[in-house]
């Protein structure tokens, strides 16, 4: 089969031929439909320092996928040859403390489908059964294929009341317009997207903002006045990583603010911790998504009539890859899929 190959000690992939995986006895195998491109994968594919500490090279990359079961395990039950599925990207123990309480998504010791054991740039991809979501009929494959970072989405998006709420987004990456969508769908009084990044503002426009703002020519101040917000936004999703917009966050939330941290910092950096003390904001950091509560909200998101198709900018076939991270490492892109089949 073909199959995205990292190698050690340089940059890029290498698009192989190599043996279709045998799925163990508690394992699924997937033919898989399409994949997403995701920061994680550009580290890899950049080979960066980060990638190095952390892919044991050669490494079949890739995270974000949909595809049809083609085989079952010996011990695999309740599944159906041919039925539309994704998968959780996170591996668990099973073992630790969370684990054995069901809080999956708590786990001491998590591996990344595509980071740490093979990923799914390939045209088949063998995931344990526990991880397998099986999708309802009717969702397009390549709606399919963004479960996992609308996952990320979801699990920040919801893990505060939003309802009736000011709601302020920093960063309008594909994460970003698709938790701008959550939240719009589910009531918000307003939903404010900063990005420095004007294609992607558009975006986010698109997804339902109800006002964009490009950080490097407005003020948040003169937002909130337009708007009526007379305090602050009641709640922030931080879904750019960047320190600028964590200080955006303290300058702008009301006191008691609810403040979901999804976007990951390139470095560790300074932030003002008396403003966090004497406005008592709710901080709570997010990873992945919860197994599998954020995948069924996901489901019943998209079946209530949340439209993802804006996301969704390229498509590129497996041969093309290059291409692919080019545009998904460009400004001017949303979600970019590389198509299997
Ligand atoms: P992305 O890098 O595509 O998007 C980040 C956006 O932030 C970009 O559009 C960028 O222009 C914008 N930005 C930069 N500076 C800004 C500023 N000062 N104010 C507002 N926006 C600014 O990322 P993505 O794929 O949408 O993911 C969002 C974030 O979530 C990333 O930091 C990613 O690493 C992180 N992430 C976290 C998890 C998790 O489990 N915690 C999972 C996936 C991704
Ligand atoms: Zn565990």
Redesign the pocket.
């Known amino acids: 089969m073909r199959a995205l190959v990292k190698h050690p000690n340089e940059t890029g992939l290498r698009l192989s031929d190599v043996p279709v995986p045998d799925p163990g006895p508690d394992e699924v195998l997937i033919e898989v439909h399409a994949t997403g491109i995701?920061?994680?994968d550009i580290h890899i594919y950049e080979w960066d320092h980060w990638a190095q500490e952390h892919v044991p090279a050669p490494m079949i990359v890739g995270h974000e996928f949909s595809g049809t079961i083609a085989k079952l395990g010996s011990s695999v039950s309740g599944f159906e040859l041919g039925e539309l599925v994704g998968a959780e990207g996170h591996v668990v123990c099973d073992q630790c403390r969370n684990c054995l309480a069901g809080r999956r998504h708590l786990c001491n010791d998590t591996r990344g489908i595509g980071v740490n054991i093979p990923g799914a740039f390939a045209d088949f991809i063998a995931v344990p059964k526990s991880n397998v979501w099986r999708h309802t009929q009717g969702i397009s494959p390549d709606i399919a294929a963004l479960f996992d970072?609308f996952g990320?989405a979801v699990?920040?998006a919801l893990k505060f009341p939003v309802l009736g709420e000011d709601v302020l987004i920093?960063?309008?990456?594909?994460?970003?317009?698709m938790a701008t969508a959550v939240v719009a769908h589910s009531g918000a009084r307003n939903a404010v997207v900063?990005?420095?990044?004007p294609y992607?503002l558009r975006l986010a426009t698109e997804m339902g903002a109800t006002c964009v703002v490009d950080?490097r020519e407005t003020d948040l101040v003169d937002i909130k006045k337009e708007l009526g917000i007379v305090e602050g936004f009641d709640v922030a999703l931080e879904?750019?990583?960047?320190?600028?917009?964590y200080q955006?966050i303290l300058d702008h939330t009301i006191h008691g603010a609810n403040v979901a941290?999804?976007?990951?910092?390139g470095e560790p950096f300074p932030i003002d911790w008396s403003v966090v003390i004497f406005n008592m904001l709710n901080l709570k950091?997010?990873?992945?998504?919860q197994m599998f509560d954020t995948w069924y909200k996901m489901n019943v998101l998209i079946e209530s009539g949340l439209d993802l198709s804006p996301v969704i900018t390229h498509r590129y076939d497996a041969e093309e890859f290059e291409d692919a991270f080019a545009a998904a490492s460009s400004?001017e892109s949303g979600k970019v899929l590389i198509l299997w089949d």
């Open positions: 995701c920061g994680t970072p990320n699990h920040t920093t960063g309008a990456g594909p994460i970003g317009i900063t990005d420095v990044n992607r950080r879904m750019s990583g960047s320190p600028a917009a955006d941290l999804l976007g990951i910092p950091g997010i990873y992945g998504r400004a």
